[in-house]
């Protein structure tokens, strides 16, 4: 197991300090994560650390899509960690009814997801709370990550 000072991460001769704004979106952008299919997810990722050295800072839900702001060693890829968690939270999350019969075709995520490094030098603060103001009321103006223009 690595050893963790604040946020620098050593790790036989290497050192990391970078963190991971990680956005994935249910299938079909259905709208089930509801309160027992998150205990679900949480439940699924609380070993993480202990078991892939993958350590979840913040985790953000909204309707169809979930926010995770992690540091993991750079041995994996994003896509690697991306792949860990969106296989070993799906299959729990299909075998609860209400999901299982929005989500036919036994996928529970999309195939695609967003990534971006997080300086702890920079934004970091920034993306947390951003984080943790997912699945306001929908009445609320939705945060835009990026102006399309």
Known sequence: MPKID????RWYHNVSECHYHIQITIKYRKAVLEPHVIDTILATLKGF???????IHKIGFDDNHVHILCQFLPVYSGGQVIGMIKKLTARPCLKIPSVKEQLWGGAFWTSGYYIGTVSNRGSKETIERYIEKQGRKPEEVQLKMFDLQ
């Open 6 to 9: 604040t946020d620098l991460w």
């Open 49 to 55: 650390k202990e078991r892939f050295a993958i350590d």
